[in-house]
């Protein structure tokens, strides 16, 4: 996967981290438009739709949400620090879930990891 999109991908399920802390489903179009700047938004309304091929995204008639399990937003969690460079702290504040679990000092990253497709 080339780097823009990694990054695009990165920055797409990062604002859906943000939106979900608040119980807010996001809609295809808010999601990019909200997440990417204008100059990178057609080419994210196609990258978008890839966030669903994730254990911890799915789809409804209200828009994308995050699965609010503590083990699915750690799969999230471990994406955005592994893969993205945010950093623990943004991670853990971003997914409520997986920080009221215990956050990263109670899962084994590679064993989170494993399930997950490289970006």
């Known amino acids: 996967m080339s780097k823009y999109k990694s990054t695009t991908k990165c920055s797409l399920l990062f604002k859906l981290g943000r939106r979900h802390g608040w119980g807010n489903p ?3 179009e808010d999601l990019v438009r909200e997440a990417l700047k204008s100059s990178d938004q057609g080419s994210g309304k196609e ?3 890839e966030l669903l091929d994730e ?3 799915y789809e409804t008639e209200e ?3 995050l699965k609010n399990d503590p083990d699915s937003q750690a799969q999230a969690a471990f994406r955005v620090v592994e893969t993205c460079g945010y950093t623990k702290l ?3 504040s971003t997914f409520s ?3 009221q679990a215990g956050g990263f000092d109670s899962y084994d990253k ?3 990891l494993e399930d997950l497709d490289d970006w």
Do not use: M
């Open 90 to 92: 943004q991670a853990e």
């Open 55 to 57: 254990p911890y995204v």
């Open 97 to 99: 879930r997986f920080e």
């Open 63 to 65: 828009g994308y949400w």
């Open 47 to 49: 990258i978008v739709e």
């Open 110 to 112: 590679d064993t989170v």
């Open 26 to 28: 996001a809609a295809k």
